[in-house]
């Protein structure tokens, strides 16, 4: 099942850390995003900032962004699950913003190598894959490798 958002759906704000806490919180997101909750958490990184996706007025998820330089911003998804249908296109409109109003040129991201259907997900929105980085995440003790994915502003 896919669903259309069209841009007027779609709003992205940062977010305070509180409200980051609550969407950690979720039980559908504090299994499904726990590898990233244990790399990330709520960082006090001054370089980290959180994006929240509102659609139709209400919080979604959030895009956990860290600023690499002032060309590169790494980005990290949670979303609750009624919209998981949607992160396709929340994730489309996420990058048109990122890289339009927000004047990134390059986005780069790692994904765990049991999310496969990720992978292609990011493909299709047109990400590049980059490289493959073996056995260096572990999850219900067995090793995993992570997937290298990037886009750039054309």
């Not at 259309?4 to 039980?27: H, M, Q, S, W």
């Not at 590169?72 to 929340?90: G, N, W």
């Not at 992978?119 to 047109?126: D, P, Q």
């Not at 590049?128 to 090793?143: L, Q, S, T, W």
């Given at each position: 099942m896919?669903?259309t958002?069209?841009?007027g759906?779609?709003?992205f704000?940062?977010?305070p850390?509180?409200l ?26 001054d370089r980290?900032s ?13 895009f956990?962004?860290?600023e690499?330089?002032?060309l ?16 396709r296109d929340?994730c489309y409109h996420f990058?048109?913003?990122?890289m339009?109003?927000?004047n ?10 049991y ?8 493909l299709?929105l047109?990400?590049k894959?980059?490289?493959f980085?073996?056995k260096?995440?572990i ?6 490798g ?8 054309s």
């Amino acid at each position: 099942m896919r669903i259309t958002l069209d841009a007027g759906r779609v709003r992205f704000e940062v977010i305070p850390r509180c409200l980051v806490a609550k969407i950690y919180e979720n039980e559908y997101v504090k299994e499904r995003y726990r590898d990233d909750l244990d790399s990330f958490g709520v960082s006090n990184n001054d370089r980290a900032s959180y994006v929240g996706v509102y659609v139709d007025g209400v919080l979604s998820g959030m895009f956990y962004c860290i600023e690499i330089s002032s060309l590169e911003t790494e980005v990290h998804l949670a979303f609750y699950k009624d919209y998981r249908y949607m992160v396709r296109d929340i994730c489309y409109h996420f990058i048109d913003f990122m890289m339009n109003e927000n004047n990134v040129f390059r986005l780069t991201t790692f994904v765990h190598d049991y999310r496969r259907t990720v992978v292609n997900m990011l493909l299709k929105l047109g990400f590049k894959y980059e490289g493959f980085m073996n056995k260096c995440v572990i999850r219900d003790g067995k090793f995993y490798g992570k997937h290298v994915m990037g886009i750039t502003r054309s």
